[in-house]
């Protein structure tokens, strides 16, 4: 019942910018995280940011860190992961994530639902 749809990938130049959504519908859990993660041809899926969705508190990986902005809209069932300052070594898919949790999670085995992807390329 749990689905997260991912949108909002494309083609950019280096220092360009994205915003990716991931609409959430189905997850009724009173306590939970949600986060982004990306996954790089040859490559293993790494952590990127996460939120505590009632809280709003953050987390993310050194090398998003002042460039990358995790947020979501409680109204619309949305989280966003707004991507400015863009480098080749960002390009990868990227998924959203959600578990039910009390507290954030930053590793792929930790969260049980997933979306589909979105492709982000950025070009040098």
Request: hydrophobic share 35%; with cysteine.
């Amino acid at each position: 019942q749990v689905q997260l749809v991912e949108s909002g990938g494309g083609l950019v130049h280096t220092g360009g910018s994205l915003r990716l959504s991931c609409a959430v519908s189905g997850f009724t859990f009173a306590s939970y995280a949600m986060g982004w993660f990306r996954q790089a041809p040859g490559k293993e899926r790494e952590f990127v940011a996460a939120i505590r969705w009632r809280e709003g508190d953050t987390v993310y990986t050194d090398s998003v860190k002042g460039r990358f902005t995790i947020s979501r809209d409680n109204a619309r069932n949305t989280v966003y992961l707004q991507m400015n300052s863009l480098k080749p070594e960002d390009t990868a898919i990227y998924y959203c994530a959600a578990v039910a949790s009390v507290i954030l999670r930053t590793t792929p085995r930790e969260y049980a639902y997933w979306g589909q992807g979105t492709q982000v390329t950025v070009s040098s």
